[in-house]
């Protein structure tokens, strides 16, 4: 199993009518009007349109955002040929007895840690038996937790690498501005990474 860790990015106002370079970057509409609405997003229907074209599946395990990038994707019509599932793991002992993160890891280093979203991701594709697996968690805020300021986020995907078998990587993300937007981004985030990888042939 391979694990990488990305650094530090700073994350703008993720919502249509705030900083350009954020809605270019997925063209991302709140999971609210998704629900509301019927319309589904962009970026998730185009992942959900590279995972049926490998002919592969995801799986969830999310802890600040709540289920939302699972519904993001459930959003998208014919999303049940590849969305397996999710794990709402907002609690910490959750995390363990759902999706199997280490209670000795979670012990030492708290909830939001770049290996707790590593097993997250590990833990949704295991346990749903998916392709793909997405871990999330960080500080949503409007407070700090574990000593971390709002806006610290670690996102897991686990996977195929390019060369095949099992992979695991972790970005670790800043992302400016309240509790809602921190949390939307986190999903744009997760998206895009899982894009990213699907873009990328595997052999």
Excluded: F, N
């Excluded at 709402?88 to 995390?95: D, F, G, N, S």
């Amino acid at each position: 199993m391979s694990a990488g860790v990305a650094g530090d990015a700073t994350g703008a106002d993720p919502t249509p009518e705030g900083d350009a370079a954020a809605g270019s970057r997925s063209g991302a509409v709140s999971t609210g009007r998704v629900l509301a609405e019927g319309v589904p997003d962009p970026l998730a229907v185009e992942v959900v349109g590279l995972l049926r074209a490998r002919g592969e599946t995801v799986a969830t395990a999310e802890s600040l955002t709540a289920g939302a990038v699972g519904a993001l994707l459930a959003g998208v019509p014919g999303a049940s040929a590849v969305l397996r599932g999710g794990l709402i793991v907002y609690a910490t002992e959750l995390k363990h007895s759902l999706a199997g993160v280490s209670a000795e890891l979670l012990a030492e280093h708290g909830a939001v840690h770049p290996d707790v979203a590593a097993q997250l991701a590990t833990g949704a594709r295991d346990r749903c038996g998916a392709t793909w697996g997405l871990g999330l968690t960080g500080v949503a805020g409007p407070g700090p937790q574990d000593g971390l300021p709002p806006g610290v986020v670690h996102i897991g995907v686990a996977g195929v690498s390019p060369v095949g078998g099992p992979s695991v990587e972790v970005s670790s993300v800043t992302l400016s501005g309240d509790r809602h937007r921190v949390r939307v981004a986190s999903v744009i985030t997760a998206l895009e990474l899982l894009r990213a990888r699907l873009l990328v042939p595997v052999g």
